[in-house]
């Protein structure tokens, strides 16, 4: 029996330190997005701020995508689902989000869009045969209390009623999320997943041009500071936050993947804490917290398994499919 190469332990170490950094990367960058689109929208509505954030990463994405030579000439389903991908989520969801923040606060949003990562988590069981492990579905739920427990705590912070329309948005931004990923996954099993997110980025800018009118108007009568944050928006949530989520896609499953962006908005309460004084409430820290633990919740593995059989799977989950 030939013993373990001593650089397969390695080469392991260091596709779990790369996936971790992926993850950590998209968490910051996202969470980021949050404060940023807040500072932007008084001065360009929601459909005009997705078309510039858009046409800024398509740019970004596309050096990436140049930059690492591999492209694969896509079949007929593969371009169905880049599509779907590119409008859904990189198109639906960037201006449902801007829109709803017009309206809601940041905790509510962020409450309300996060019903995303459940969705996934049981669309990636039903229809890319991923299952929903127990902790996984724990984890879900405890982390999902965590998020109602934060937007309570933001919108009686400020004493606003909800706006049904932001929260229509929200829903929207929501089920868009949720239908990019799951279509996402299936086109980054074979394509290199710098084309798939260059190409979803490119075909969402291209949904998003009736906008281009409203774009150019707002930004000739924008600050700088505002213009920057587009600017800012499609080189780090989009181009960079994309991409690193693609990779971590690639390695994880897009179940337990998404119940990681359940620390979006705790992340998003200290940003606004730093660049706009805006200090949590004792509720949305409890929030804060119980979303972490449910993120270590959905990270547990069934303790049913052997050694060996959760050895295997630690490995796979860390190594391209």
Known sequence: MNSPSPAAPQATRRSRALLAIAIVVTLLAWASAFVVIRGVAPHVPGGALALGRLMVGT???????????????????????VAVYGVAWFGAYNVALNLAEHSLDAGTTAMIVNIGPILIALGAGAFLGEGIPRWLAIGAAVAFLGVVLIGLATS????????????????????????????????????PAAQVTFLGCLIGMLACLPFLGQLISSLATAPVSAILGVVYLGIVPTALGFSAWAYALQRTPAGRLSVSTYIVPPL????GVIFFGEIPVPLAIVGGVICLIGVALSRRRELARSPRAQAVTSVGENLPE
């Open 59 to 81: 740019v970004a994405l596309g050096v990436i995508a140049l930059a690492q030579r591999a492209w694969l000439r896509p079949t007929r389903r593969e371009w169905i689902q």
């Open 156 to 191: 009686l912070a400020n004493a606003r009623g909800i706006d049904p329309i932001g929260v229509i948005w929200s829903l929207v931004a929501a089920v868009t999320y949720a239908t990019g990923v799951l279509v996402q996954k299936p086109a980054i099993r074979r394509l």
């Open 268 to 271: 998003a309460i200290v940003l």
